[in-house]
């Protein structure tokens, strides 16, 4: 498990990690939600939720591959694609022109590290791990919004 930084994230530097990787949780009172992903996906990189998409506990500790626990989230269906393509690969929404990347407008969407009511804009709890390093530090996860990056 690592954790790594929002501009290497961002920037890809050395990046081992597709689209299809990156997913991202909040915690709440303990409880675990699906906020959304990235997907290479032909017209759109990016889904999320539209509603609490809560992600069972039982499941989500006792499941190998934490993209079943999600895919089994009562409301899963239920989720909206940005970063948006036409078909040649030419972003559709002005505003996303601002952003370096995909994986920039992912994270202009995900709640930075908070502590002590204090955040940074730039500083995300993102961290790259296997699918058993996710299951084995669960259970010490606090409350906030987490960037995963399953290899």
Known sequence: MKRISDELFVTGENRTYSLDDVIAIRIQDGEFYFLGWMENAERYSIQWAKSN???????????DDIYDAITSCKDYNKVENDWLMDDKGNLLNKDDHEYHNAYKKFL???????????????????FLMTQKEFGDCIDALRDGDYVFVIE
């Open 53 to 63: 998409s809560k992600i069972e506990r039982d499941l989500l500790i006792a499941s």
């Open 108 to 126: 202009s969407c995900i709640n930075p590290y908070q502590r002590n009511g204090k955040s940074d804009p730039d500083d995300h709890n993102i």
